[in-house]
């Protein structure tokens, strides 16, 4: 499997070379030149899998043989060890043909540790494998920084420094950060949401010069092909408990990065029989407004109780373009450098073949406090924000009753208790295993919304 630029720069790239580069040279994300597909029969045979024996299946075609069988395995097998349920991604019915998927279940409580318990294995194995130090720097919203400490922290071969926008993440998702103690983890706040916090990272890949020369940055954001990969996995976990290949389904899924919904949009590509993709957002609704209205435009950010999904320009959803665009690099590159500039709409024949694919909701705080406070009151079941917001839009898109629809519950509320407590109810307890969170220390330093003031603390604090 070769992988490509969605701007068409460079030359065809291994799993490997994607895997420790992140971002390409000229801005763009990698993509794989061709895509596995999986028969109705292949599928069917999957039924009764573990969960890390579903993975094997679905992610060896994009590895290739680049890591042994056994060692691939291994990772897998270690990674999903540290899930505190043993479906690893349970389903729960809500409803007739109403469903949530738990994906809640890693060891810091968000979707994020399907992908990133797995890539920091793999980062392992590589890097071993070469004899190679490296430096992950990588923007968080809220949970993936967190999930990249737990799957990387504990490499002797990485140094990680993870930014997140100041007093714009949930105590919780901050303190499980910055209560992470090692001397390769550093945890940045800056004075800037997280749409800076991502264009400096960005900007740092374009530009690794205040590095050392036996150094690269590694990225641990959706932009790195290998968590896209990893959350393929369990929306045929999911579909298989409801019918699937024989039943079709749909998702909801709460969308910030528009990483995990392009999961789902590939695993309909690979075979999955998915009727129904609903982006769910906020009242950043930027890509509401363009599956509904063809207008791509920015506008301020609203700090909301979903403060994940607090994006405005959504990295992943240039893959999709790449693929709405037919591959075809030029036109995408035109697309992405008019961003922030001026408002943008794609040929009627895109849009609507973009609208056969996706639909679309825009769900504010007072809707999601409602939503919060109905689900608990009709099923005694405790939901975070942002699946909330996904739960709502579900109900308000859903074309076909008929056809299991299924939620990405993606973090566990005990992340978002002020989002809880605004639906009305009581303060949710944390896990055990997070039961003394706020006891513990913190560590982290407030910077500038400066690319020179974090790559200036990068340097300096990075072992050579």
Not at 217 to 241: C, G, H, P, T
């Amino acid at each position: 499997m070769k992988y490509i630029s969605t701007r068409g720069g460079g030359t065809p790239q291994t799993f490997e070379q994607v895997l420790l580069t992140g971002l390409a040279p000229d801005g763009g994300l990698y993509v794989p030149t061709e895509l596995p597909h999986f028969s109705v029969e292949e599928i069917a045979s999957w039924k009764n899998l573990s969960y890390p024996e579903l993975v094997l299946k679905i992610v060896s075609p994009f590895i290739g043989d680049e890591i042994p069988a056994e060692a691939l395995r291994k990772i897998v097998i270690d990674s999903y060890a540290q899930f505190d349920h043993p479906d690893v991604a349970p389903l729960t019915k809500l409803a007739d043909n109403d469903f949530m998927l738990e994906l809640y279940h890693g060891p810091t409580l968000a979707f994020k540790d399907f992908a990133l318990q797995v890539l920091g294995r793999l980062l392992d194995y590589v890097l071993q494998k070469n004899e190679q130090r490296v430096v992950i720097l990588g923007a968080t919203s809220g949970d993936t920084g967190s999930a990249a400490l737990e799957g990387c922290r504990r490499s002797k071969q990485v140094d990680i420094f993870i930014l997140h926008p100041h007093q714009r993440v949930s105590e919780v998702q901050r303190r499980q950060m910055t209560t992470v103690v090692g001397d390769n983890v550093f945890n940045l706040a800056v004075q800037g949401n997280f749409d800076d916090c991502q264009s400096i990272v960005k900007a740092a890949f374009a530009d690794q010069s205040f590095l050392s020369d036996e150094s690269q940055l590694v990225a641990v954001n959706s932009i790195n092909w290998a968590r896209i990969m990893m959350q393929i996995v369990y929306y045929f976990s999911a579909a298989l408990k409801v019918g699937a290949p024989e039943q079709a389904v749909s998702f909801s899924v709460p969308t910030g990065n528009f990483g995990d919904i392009y999961a789902g949009f590939l695993a309909k590509r690979i075979g999955l029989p998915i009727k129904q993709l609903v982006v769910a957002t906020n009242s950043n609704d930027i890509l509401h407004r363009f599956i509904n209205s063809n207008e791509y435009s920015t506008t301020g950010l609203n700090h909301t109780l979903s403060p994940s999904m607090d994006i405005l320009v959504s990295s992943n959803f240039e893959r999709y373009l790449f693929d709405l665009f037919d591959r075809d690099a030029e036109q995408l590159s035109e697309f992405m450098s008019k961003l922030g500039q001026e408002s943008q709409q794609v040929s009627d024949e895109k849009w609507q073949q973009m609208r056969e694919c996706f639909s679309s909701a825009r769900v504010d705080d007072a809707l999601t406090c409602e939503t919060i406070a109905k689900v608990f009151a009709e099923t005694g079941k405790l939901i975070d924000p942002h699946t909330a917001v996904g739960i709502r839009a579900a109900r308000e898109c859903n074309a076909d009753s008929s056809i299991p629809m299924i939620t990405l519950s993606t973090a566990h509320p005990a992340k978002f208790s002020d989002a809880i407590t605004e639906a009305g109810l009581d303060t949710p307890e944390l896990p055990p295993h997070l039961s003394d969170l706020f006891e513990k220390e913190e560590h982290y330093s407030v910077v500038p919304n400066e690319l020179a003031a974090v790559t200036e603390f990068v340097k300096k604090h990075a072992h050579n």
